[in-house]
């Protein structure tokens, strides 16, 4: 088993890890996934990841999709309900215990510090105040109408809109 | 009635730390470490072009503000 996970670990790609590194921190439904992974790789390269596009709800990157599906398929993510994704026991050792590059290690970090300070969140909340974060994802969203971009406070989370400092 | 707007055109941030995001570019996401109020929060600051989008993370486990 560990010379399957260790191959796996070394042939996973940038979304397999952003994947792996958002589940460890906390099962996810697929909408609020995508919103995190667009939150979480904005942090790690420093602006909002062109592959982000606004499609159908908004915020959606197709490799992430991509990497779900191949994880789910080959044991390390399961669907829990029909709708929540979480770490399956593979998965967890997968991440735990041999995803240790760089990446990885950056990955894992980004979402050790921001998901724990969502954990107060629903799925729906976590999609809103990303909304919030980065309205022109919203734009061409197929329920855009329904969608609140403007700032907002949920819980513990605020969104703020100031001017540009003088 | 001038610093009240200010404050409102604000939000929770100082002046100081208002000057600080500065460091972010057009376009940048930039994570911040601070306090508000006294109370330790991550803010992820995205420069947009009308404005400065921030998410205010507070650190404190509690839920700070229940929506209805």
């Known amino acids: 088993m560990g010379d399957i996970l260790r191959d796996r670990a070394s042939g996973s790609s940038e979304y397999d890890k952003l994947v792996l590194s958002i589940l460890e921190e906390r099962p996810t439904g697929a909408t609020s996934l995508q919103k995190i992974g667009l939150t979480v790789l904005s942090v790690l390269e420093g602006r909002v990841p062109t592959s982000f596009h606004a499609h159908h709800f908004g915020g959606f990157d197709d490799d992430l999709a991509e990497s779900v599906d191949a994880l789910r398929s080959e044991g390390y993510v399961e669907l829990v309900n029909g709708k929540t994704y979480r770490l399956t026991p593979a998965g967890r050792r997968l991440v735990e215990e041999y995803l240790t590059d760089d990446e990885s290690t950056r990955l894992k970090h980004i979402s050790g510090d921001l998901l724990p300070r969502m954990r107060h969140l629903s799925d729906d909340e976590i999609v809103s105040v990303v909304y919030s974060l980065f309205p022109e994802l919203a734009e061409r969203s197929l329920i855009r109408n329904r969608i609140d971009t403007g700032p907002k406070r949920v819980k513990n989370v605020e969104v703020l809109e100031v001017p540009h400092p003088a | ?68």
């Open chain 2, 1 to 68: 009635m001038k610093g009240r707007d200010f404050k409102v055109a604000a939000g929770p941030f100082s002046a100081e730390l208002l000057q600080r995001f500065k460091v972010v570019k057009p376009d940048e996401v930039v994570v911040f470490d601070e306090k508000l109020d006294g109370r330790p929060a991550r803010l992820i600051v995205a420069n947009r072009r009308d404005g400065l989008r921030i998410m205010v993370l507070y650190d404190d486990g509690g839920v700070l503000h229940l929506e209805p």
